[in-house]
């Protein structure tokens, strides 16, 4: 997937209540941050995920969030800590802010 100037006005959009937000294109995705700290990617399917570990992870995964994988070249599959923002939450940017923060305060 590429990333398109309408996917980061997206996210820009999306989680602009938590300040301004700035993103990099890397690895066929798009990594988010506000103020210098990452806390969500879009990964090369396209779908937001958000940074995640401990109980934040397992709060993402009861609203059906999915762990984002990745294969190896040596044809293994890997898992980065990086967890599916819930469908709601796409169309909801104070619920895509609060995830987003839970994510910051475990990162920060």
């Given amino acids: 997937m590429t990333i ?25 995705g798009l990594s988010i941050y506000c ?4 806390f969500a990617i879009i ?4 779908k937001i995920l958000i940074k995640a570990k401990d109980g934040l ?3 993402l995964a ?12 040596d044809g293994k599959t890997a898992t980065m800590g990086y967890w599916t923002l819930p469908d709601d939450a796409l169309d ?5 802010c609060d995830w987003a923060r839970k994510s910051l305060a475990q990162n920060t």
């Fill in 4 to 28: 398109s100037a309408e996917d980061i006005e997206f996210v820009k959009d999306l989680f602009s209540d938590l300040g301004p937000i700035t993103t990099r294109k890397m690895f066929g």
């Fill in 35 to 38: 103020d210098g700290v990452i």
């Fill in 43 to 46: 990964g090369p399917d396209g």
């Fill in 57 to 59: 992870a397992d709060a």
């Fill in 62 to 73: 009861a609203e059906g969030g999915s762990q984002f994988t990745f294969e190896k070249k």
């Fill in 92 to 96: 909801d940017p104070d619920l895509a």
